[in-house]
T-cell receptor
Framework: DAGVIQSPRHEVTEMGQEVTLRCKPI?????LFWYRQTMMRGLELLIY????????DSGMPEDRFSAKMPNASFSTLKIQPSEPRDSAVYFC???????????FGDGTRLSIL | SQQGEEDPQALSIQEGENATMNCSYK?????LQWYRQNSGRGLVHLIL?????REKHSGRLRVTLDTSKKSSSLLITASRAADTASYFC???????FGAGTRLTVKP
C-alpha cells in the first residue's frame, strides 16, 4: 500500500513568493495532520483535519499560512507571501482514527531565500 | 503546549548496550505512542501502549506505562548502529510531539 505522499520533496524559492505544499493521505484515513519541523522549535502541529474539516488550526503561525482539504485524498498547505523564517521541513501525516497511530510522509524541505 | 516530553535530550551508547528513554505527559490518556525519526525522513510509528496496559513488547522494544506518574519509558535492548535516530512520544489527546531523544549508537 502506498504511504502518505508529499510533493514537492524540496522547494527553494525567494521571499515574497507563494508556496504550495501538497499531500495525499493513505486511502481510508480520515484524519490528516500538517507539521513543521525546525532545529529551533522542533516538531510543531500546524493544523489537523477530520473528514476534510479543519478541527484545530491553533498552530498555524499567522494569516500567511492557509490549509485546505477539498476532498479525502488531497490537502494543500499554502504560504503567501513566504518569508525566510518559514524555512523548515513540512510533514503531512494521516491516521485512521483519533486514537490511532499516524503515518508520516517524507516531508517537504522548504528553503526561502 | 506539548503533551509528551522526552528525556534525555541526547543519548550516546555502544552497540550491544541497552538504551532507555523516558516520556512524561500532562493529561489523562487513551494511549501513548512512540515514534522513530531517521535523519531526513518522516516519523515512523513504533509501538502503542493503551492506558490499561503496564508493559508491552515488540521485538527488541519494551515500553512501560505508569499512568499514576504520567510517564512512559522505551527500552531498546541490544542496540545496533541502525537504531541511531530521534525518538518521540505522543498522546492522541492533541498529537503534539516533544523535542525527542536523539540516540546515537556507536559501532
Amino acid at each position: 500500500d502506498a504511504g502518505v505522499i508529499q510533493s514537492p520533496r524540496h522547494e527553494v524559492t525567494e521571499m515574497g513568493q507563494e508556496v504550495t505544499l501538497r499531500c495525499k493521505p493513505i486511502s481510508g484515513h480520515d484524519y490528516l495532520f500538517w507539521y513543521r519541523q525546525t532545529m529551533m522549535r522542533g516538531l510543531e502541529l500546524l493544523i489537523y483535519f477530520n473528514n476534510n474539516v479543519p478541527i484545530d488550526d491553533s498552530g498555524m503561525p499567522e494569516d500567511r499560512f492557509s490549509a485546505k482539504m477539498p476532498n479525502a485524498s488531497f490537502s494543500t498547505l499554502k504560504i503567501q507571501p513566504s518569508e525566510p523564517r518559514d524555512s523548515a521541513v513540512y510533514f503531512c501525516a494521516s491516521s485512521s482514527g483519533s486514537n490511532q497511530p499516524q503515518h508520516f510522509g517524507d516531508g517537504t524541505r522548504l528553503s526561502i531565500l | 503546549s506539548q503533551q509528551g516530553e522526552e528525556d534525555p535530550q541526547a543519548l550516546s551508547i555502544q552497540e550491544g548496550e541497552n538504551a532507555t528513554m523516558n516520556c512524561s505527559y500532562k493529561t489523562s490518556i487513551n494511549n501513548l505512542q512512540w515514534y522513530r525519526q531517521n535523519s531526513g525522513r518522516g516519523l515512523v510509528h513504533l509501538i502503542l501502549i493503551r492506558s490499561n496496559e503496564r508493559e508491552k513488547h515488540s521485538g527488541r522494544l519494551r515500553v512501560t506505562l505508569d499512568t499514576s506518574k504520567k510517564s512512559s519509558s522505551l527500552l531498546i535492548t541490544a542496540s545496533r548502529a541502525a537504531d541511531t535516530a530521534s525518538y518521540f512520544c505522543a498522546t492522541p489527546h492533541d498529537m503534539r510531539f516533544g523535542a525527542g531523544t536523539r540516540l546515537t549508537v556507536k559501532p
